[in-house]
C-alpha cells in the first residue's frame, strides 16, 4: 500500500479532520500498515494537538470493518499474535489520552476495530441515513475485541449493553445506538459536521451508564453475576466448541473493566484466542463466504441487469422469493392460481418489511414494488421470471411452455426446484442456454445461501447474471452442476435419513439430535425434519435417495404415519415434536445415553456425502464443499466444513471408522471412493 491511508485537514476554528480512505479497497479495514501510519499521525497530534479531532471515513460503504482478517492467518503464535494486538491497543490509548475533544462520525457501518477505535474517541456522531450498522462481531470468528473492546464497552454502555454487544456479535441500528449511548448525536449527513463542532465547542460530559450498571462491575457484585451470565452462555453455545464469549465474561469477572491490568489481560486472551482451532476455522469461514460474495462481482455483474422479477407460485417458498427481492428493491409481480393464494404471501411480505425496513417511506415503497399478478401480467416485462411451484417434473414443464412464449427473448427463466435435475426440466425448452436454477433455502429472509444450477446448456451470461442477480439479493451464490440434490440436499437427506433410521430403531428423537447437537450442528435431524416440513422431506427425500440410489434400509414408517395424519411439523405444530411458538418441546436428555457411536452414524453420513459430492464435482473445489454445507446446510461453522475438517481429524481415522460402521449397520456406510482426493 503505496498511498497513505490517513489525510489530516485542518479545518475551521482549528478543528483537524483524520479521514481513512484505504486505497484499492471498497471499505476501510485496520491493517498493520494502517494502524503503524494512524499511530505516526497520533504521534504528530500529541505534539501540536488541535482544537478538537473528527475521525471519519472517506469511503461512501463506512468507517471501518474492522482488522484486516486476512492478516490473522498469517500468525503462527500467540507472540507475534499479542504484538499486532498491542498495537491496536497502543493506538487507541493514545487517541483517548489526547488533551483536546476526539470524535468519531460514523456513517454506514463501524464493526470489530473501527468500532473500538470509535470508542477510544472522547464523544461519537452517527449519521442518521437508515444504514448505521454499530457492533462489535469478534466472537463470530471466535475471538474478541483486542483494541480496548472488552473495557472501554463495558464503561460506556454498562455491563449488560456491553455483554450483549460483545457475546451476540450483533449490530446495533441509529435509534437504539442513541438511546444506549453508543452515540451522543444521531443526525442527518448534512447536520453532522455541525453535530461535531457542537460537541467540541461545549464538550459536554461523555456519557456513563446508570449507577445500577456501573455498579454491577463492583468486585463483590461481579461474584453473583457470573454464574448467571455462564448459564445463559451454556444454553446457546459449548464452552469447548466457542472459548470466546467465556473468555468475555472472564476478563469481566476478573478485572470489572476497570485498570491497566484489564487491558494487559484482554490482549493475552485474545492472543491466545487466535491460535485455537475454532479461531482459525471461523476466519476460514469467513474467507469463504468473501469467495462466494465476489463470484457475483466482477464480469458477473456485467450483462443483463434484472430490475423486474416475476415469481409464480405463492407458497412459503415463492411468496418469501418475491417479498425479498421487493424489500431488495425489485419491481416483483406474484403469481399464483387465485387472489387467495397469493393473499397470505402479501401479507407475510408487509410483516417483513415493517421488521427489516425503518422508515415509513421505505416500507410503503417495499409495498407498491410487490404486485400480486393471478393473470400474469408482469411476465412479458420480467428480466427474470422464477418458478417456484411443488416439486413436480411435468407440472413445471407444462408451466415452462405457457411462460416461455410470453416471455422477452433476453429474459431468464429459474426454478427453484430443491432435487430435480435441470436435464429432465429443459426438455422441450426452445432455449435452454437462458435457463438456471436458482435453489433459494427456507427462510429465505434468513437463510444466507441461494445454489445456482448449472445446466448442460446454460450459457456463461445466463450463470453470471444469475450470480450477480444473487448478490444484489444480498445473498450468497453457490454455482452448482445439475445432479440430484445439488449440493445442500445431497448431503442433507442422507443425514437426515440416518436420524429417522435411529428413531425407527428406537433411539428418542431427543438423543439423536443430541447426538448431532453434541458434534456442533446448530439442531439435530429430527428437529431440522420437523422444520423443513415432513412432507417436503418426505417428498424430496424420495426423489434424492432414487437418484443417488441410496434408499433407507428399511421403512420410514413414522414419517410416513405423520404425513399421512397432516402432522407436518413447525408448520402445523406437530411432528416428530410437539411446537409452541415455533419452539420445539423436548423432554430432557442424560448425555450419557448419547453415543459416540449414534454421532458417527449422523455425521460421518454427512461428510461421507459431501466427500461424494467433491468427487463427482457438484461444485468446483473442497472449499466450495465447505462454504455450501456450512451456510447451506449449517455444518458446525467451528469445524470449518466437512472436508476441512476431515483432513484436521484424519481422513485414514474417518474412514476405517465408517468400514466400522458398514459392518455393523449395512452397505450405506461404505466410505466413498472420494476419500483418496483428501
Known sequence: MSESAWTLELGPEGVAWLTLDVPGRSANTLSSQVLQELERVVVSLEQSPPRGLVLRSGKKSGFIAGADVNEFTTLNSADEALVMVRRGQSVCDRIAALPCPTIALLQGFALGGGMELALACRYRVGVDDGRLALGLPEVQLGIHPGFGGTVRSVQLLGMRAAMDMMLTGRTIRGDKALRMGLVDRLVPLEQASAACAELIRTQPAPHRPPLLQRALSWRPVRGFVRPTLEEQLAGRVNRDHYPAPYAIVDLWAKHGAQGRAAYDAEARSIAGLFQTSTARNLVRVFQLQDRLKALGGGEAAKGLRIAHVHVVGAGIMGGDIA???????????????????????????????????????????????????????????????????????????????????RMRPEALLATNTSSLVLETLAEGLADPGRFVGLHFFNPVAQMPLVEIIEGPATRPEALAAALAFTRRLDKLPLPCRSAPGFLVNRVLIPYMQEGLIALEQGVMPEIIDAAATRFGMPMGPIELADVVGLDVCKHVGEIISAAIGRKPPLPL??????????????????????????????????????????????????????????????????????????????????????????????????????????????????????WSLL
Open 323 to 405: 417479498a425479498w427481492c421487493a424489500l431488495r428493491g425489485l419491481t416483483v409481480t406474484l403469481q399464483d392460481r387465485t387472489a387467495e393464494q397469493v393473499a397470505p404471501a402479501i401479507r407475510r411480505a408487509a410483516e417483513l418489511f415493517a421488521k427489516r425496513l425503518p422508515q415509513a417511506d421505505e416500507r410503503e415503497a417495499a409495498v407498491r414494488r410487490l404486485v400480486a399478478d393471478v393473470e400474469g401480467n408482469g411476465v412479458p416485462q420480467a428480466d427474470l421470471v422464477i418458478e417456484a411451484i411443488f416439486e413436480d417434473r411435468d407440472a413445471k414443464r407444462a408451466l415452462y411452455a405457457s411462460l416461455v412464449p
Open 557 to 674: 414408517t413414522r414419517l410416513e404415519s405423520l404425513v399421512a395424519a397432516r402432522q407436518l411439523g413447525r408448520k402445523s405444530g406437530q411432528g416428530f415434536y410437539h411446537w409452541v411458538d415455533g419452539k420445539p418441546q423436548k423432554q430432557k436428555v442424560d448425555p450419557a445415553a448419547v453415543s459416540d457411536e449414534l454421532t458417527d452414524r449422523l455425521m460421518l453420513t454427512f461428510v461421507n456425502e459431501s466427500v461424494a459430492c467433491l468427487r463427482n464435482r457438484i461444485v468446483a473445489d473442497a472449499d466450495l464443499v465447505d462454504a455450501g454445507v456450512v451456510f447451506g446446510a449449517g455444518f458446525a461453522p467451528f469445524r470449518g466444513g466437512p472436508i476441512n475438517w476431515a483432513r484436521q481429524t484424519g481422513p485414514e481415522l474417518l474412514r476405517k471408522r465408517l468400514e466400522v460402521l458398514a459392518l455393523q449397520h449395512g452397505s450405506r456406510f461404505e466410505p466413498d471412493p472420494g
